[in-house]
């Protein structure tokens, strides 16, 4: 059972940065794809940024260009660099980890990390 802790995040000022990061126990990292997820009060969960197991990255359009995903197979973590805040940023953020294989299976979302909390003021 793929299992996933969230570190990182807090509050900052607009324009500042953090560091967002995922480590994953439970099972080969590396046939997964792992994503970030965030859910803003009286908002759907929506995909933040998603890193496949070969390496290929999508990225929200809105932070294009401001947020960096990257993983480290070797470590099992998988990392979210965010860089020029804004407001709109604030929400809890999630990490993901998808395995392609399952991918057909009714219901399956993957697995979910408990979240952490981003706070960007104005």
């Known amino acids: 059972q793929v299992q996933l802790v969230e570190s990182g995040g807090g509050s900052v000022q607009s324009g500042g940065s953090l560091w967002l990061s995922c480590a994953v126990s439970g099972s080969i990292f590396s046939l997964y794809d792992m994503a970030w997820y965030r859910q803003a009060p009286g908002k759907e969960r929506e995909m933040v940024a998603k890193i496949t197991g070969g390496g290929s990255i999508n990225y929200k359009d809105s932070v294009k260009g401001r947020f960096t995903i990257s993983r480290d197979n070797a470590k099992n973590t998988v990392d979210l660099q965010m860089k020029s805040l804004k407001p709109e940023d604030t929400a809890v953020y999630y990490c993901?980890?998808?395995?392609?294989?399952?991918?057909?299976?009714?219901?399956?979302?993957?697995?979910w990390g408990q979240g952490t909390q981003v706070t960007v003021s104005s």
């Open positions: 993901n980890a998808w395995h392609p294989s399952y991918s057909g299976t009714p219901g399956y979302t993957g697995a």
